[in-house]
Nanobody, 123 residues
Framework: VQLQASGGGLVQAGDSLKLSCAAS????????MGWFRQAPGKEREFVAT????????YYADSVKGRFIISRDNAKDVAYLQMNSLKPEDTAIYYC?????????????????WGQGTQVTVSS
């Protein structure tokens, strides 16, 4: 399985970005996906997760109402739409895939990880 995250960049506070995670290597639609992030000097933290079919989504409190996770099972891609970005959202964002269809906030439950994409939000 390979996961390729993209879409990061340098933006100003209040701007939007949409991250993509392209998956390959097995049947994408069977598995839950998640987004995590790690800021400098901090531990990796959960951002959002989505079930295999996209019906169930869960968010960290810090991004709820601003970020939207989605997926296109026909294209084997997961997305993270990030709106109203804040400087504290600055981090490397990673996508991850489970080997079941159920979403979870637990990073240890994800077997496959992408390489990460940098998001920097200036004030």
């Amino acid at each position: 399985v390979q996961l390729q995250a993209s879409g990061g960049g340098l933006v100003q506070a209040g701007d939007s970005l949409k991250l993509s995670c392209a998956a390959s290597g097995r049947t994408f639609r069977n598995y839950a996906m998640g987004w995590f992030r790690q800021a400098p000097g901090k531990e990796r933290e959960f951002v959002a997760t989505i079930s295999w079919g996209g019906r169930n989504t869960y968010y960290a409190d810090s991004v709820k109402g601003r970020f939207i996770i989605s997926r296109d099972n026909a294209k084997d891609v997961a997305y993270l739409q990030m709106n109203s970005l804040k400087p504290e959202d600055t981090a490397i964002y990673y996508c991850a895939q489970r080997s079941t269809g159920a979403p979870t906030r637990d990073a240890s439950a994800y077997e496959y990880w992408g390489q990460g994409t940098q998001v920097t939000v200036s004030s």
